[in-house]
């Protein structure tokens, strides 16, 4: 392999430039060219491609966002666009691609996989942490933290005036971030979208019991897809049924995507990043590279995006029995 493609797509997260960074300085530690695509897929289409060397990813490690930009492509939908970014490869004289995103990024890949047996391998980019065949994605350790940090604010403020806040956190689709953050801020209750039953009900009648202990401050952390509802809804809810409660409703939006990524995060970014470019030399393609109990690990594009990733029961219980 003589030259690799590398682009971001999606929403970013914070560790995507540390493993862009491992990209481009492997390929080059190899004898390797590297072209950095902007704006994810549709920098792709329209040929955005840039020349990095090791100096280009200079001081780029600790911060957040993306510096090759990101899109959720709409483009790339489409056979014709498709069809645009295989001839911008084959006229750069492209052999591999790395692609770091989420669901999204990986459904494109894996069409464009098949339609043109095209080399792309795939970094788990995103702070939702719901891809199959990774312990942790890229993004998601800093966003708990950024959660938490807000959380333990909103903490104080809650305690002063014995209130209790309702906290929306993101996650339409799963509730990894509610789960860990909640655990991690001492909350009362999560509600999150894979949920099979109604949490809101079992929450009032625990929240209005004679026997609740009288506590201080209450923290519900809410998924902004939770079956129950958006914080707004939940919150609206509560405020109606739990009449001896001072409410008040937070959203933390997209601060959970910014910031400076933790130090773990760097660290599996990097070894991601590396472990891309040696597959790509191997011969790999189709596959994710995550990483399962401190390992590296392979998962094709279609298990690693099938939604399967499934809530931890165990860790779900521990809400309930740390909060009484
Ligand atoms: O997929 C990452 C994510 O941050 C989700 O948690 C959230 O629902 C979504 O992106 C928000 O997307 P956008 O930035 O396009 O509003």
Do not use: W
């Amino acid at each position: 392999m003589k030259k690799l493609g590398v682009l971001t797509s999606g929403g970013d997260s914070p560790g995507m430039n540390a493993a862009v960074r491992a990209v481009v300085r492997t390929a080059a530690f190899h004898g390797i060219e590297v072209v950095g695509i902007q704006r994810g897929y549709d920098g792709l289409i329209e040929g955005e491609f840039e020349y990095l060397v090791p100096g280009s990813v200079a001081n780029i490690l600790q911060r957040g966002g993306t510096v090759l930009k990101s899109m959720r492509s709409k483009g790339f939908m489409s056979f014709e666009g498709r069809q645009k970014a295989y001839t911008n490869l084959m006229n750069e004289k492209i052999e591999g691609l790395v692609v770091i995103g989420g669901d999204g990024t990986f459904t494109g890949a894996n069409v464009f996989n098949s339609e043109f047996d095209f080399p792309i391998v795939g970094l788990p980019g995103t702070i939702d942490n719901d891809l199959v065949g990774t312990d942790y994605t890229i993004g998601y350790d800093t966003a708990l933290n950024t959660v938490i940090d807000a959380v333990d604010k909103i903490r104080d403020t809650a305690d002063s005036h014995n209130r209790l806040f309702v906290v929306e956190v993101m996650g339409k689709d799963a509730g990894f971030i509610a789960l860990r953050a909640g655990i991690g801020c001492g909350a009362e209750a999560i509600l999150y979208p894979e949920s099979e039953e109604d949490r809101l009900e079992p929450l009032i009648r625990r929240m209005n019991s004679e026997h609740k202990r009288k506590k201080l401050s209450n923290i519900v952390i809410v998924a902004e897809g939770a079956k129950e509802g958006n914080a707004q809804s939940v919150g609206d809810v509560l405020k109606e049924k739990c009449p001896g409660y001072d409410i008040r409703v937070v959203v933390l939006g997209h601060i959970q995507r910014g910031g400076s990524p933790t130090c773990m995060e760097r660290v599996r970014a990097s070894q991601m990043g590396v472990e891309a470019v040696k597959s790509l030399m191997d011969g790999r393609k189709g596959e994710m590279i995550g990483i399962v109990n401190d390992d590296i690990c392979y998962t094709p594009f279609t298990k690693a995006i099938k939604n399967q990733e499934k809530i931890n029961q165990n860790l779900l219980q521990m809400i309930d029995i740390l909060s009484i």
